[in-house]
């Protein structure tokens, strides 16, 4: 996986609660990326990051917030978790030009 | 492990026979395409890329097909195994942020 590690790997939570994945690489790339992947929707970008503390958004960022404070670590943030939000969750960073490699992912339980 | 997707088209194919999976892309700026592969419960593994300037790209039994007149792409798998059975995702590249845009995955089974 690219020295890609995400925690936790399964989570159950309660509707409105806060939630925050953890991406961690060990590669020192300056691109990370947080996808949702859901049936019938394949992977969807969530947001991203292009260095420390530089971040934007992606196609489905309603919900969620991410920060970067170093170069390794990536979080994303579901402030107050809805059931919309049950999905399996992937980080990726790109190694050279747009090829992303992706962590073992997270299952997000939301009930 | 997880479901990747319960509505996916899928290719069955008999062990040994070649396998071909296509993707149509949207965006005619697109100049980077990469094939993934996703087997259950794992996160998308990377198979093989394609810049717009080239038309055909070949890896160890794979071959990756771009044309950009009708923004088409394919796959071709040579002696498809056991472990090929898994979901194929397509993705483009719209822009210089190496965003990508990933295709809704097809479904290769191989039937032994």
């Known amino acids: 996986d690219a020295g890609i590690t995400q925690s936790p790997r399964h989570k159950v939570t309660e509707t409105g609660t806060p939630v925050t994945l953890r991406c961690h690489q060990t590669e020192n790339h300056r691109y990370m990326y947080w996808y949702r992947q859901d049936p019938g929707h394949g992977l969807r970008l969530i947001h991203y990051s292009y260095g420390v503390k530089d971040t934007d958004k992606g196609e489905v960022s309603d919900g969620y917030s991410v920060s970067r404070s170093k170069t390794e670590d990536f979080l994303l943030t579901l402030e107050s978790a809805t059931s919309s939000q049950t999905s399996v969750y992937f980080c990726a960073i790109s190694l050279k030009g747009a090829e992303q490699y992706f962590g073992p992912g997270t299952r997000l339980t939301v009930t | 492990g997880e479901s990747v997707g319960l509505h996916l088209p899928t290719l069955s194919v008999q062990e040994g026979d070649n396998s071909i999976i296509n993707c149509a892309y949207s965006?005619?700026?697109?100049?980077?395409f990469i094939w993934y592969k996703q087997e259950s419960g794992k996160g998308p593994q990377f198979i093989i890329d394609?810049?717009?300037?080239?038309d055909k790209r070949q890896g160890q039994r794979v071959t990756v097909l771009l044309n950009k007149t009708v923004k088409h792409l394919s796959l071709q798998i040579a002696a498809t195994q056991p472990g090929d059975s898994a979901v194929y995702f397509c993705?483009?590249?719209?822009?210089?942020?190496?965003?990508?845009?990933f295709g809704s995955g097809t479904r290769l089974l191989v039937r032994p």
């Open positions: 965006n005619s700026a697109s100049d980077y």
């Open positions: 993705a483009e590249n719209e822009d210089s942020s190496y965003k990508l845009i």
């Open positions: 394609i810049r717009s300037n080239m």
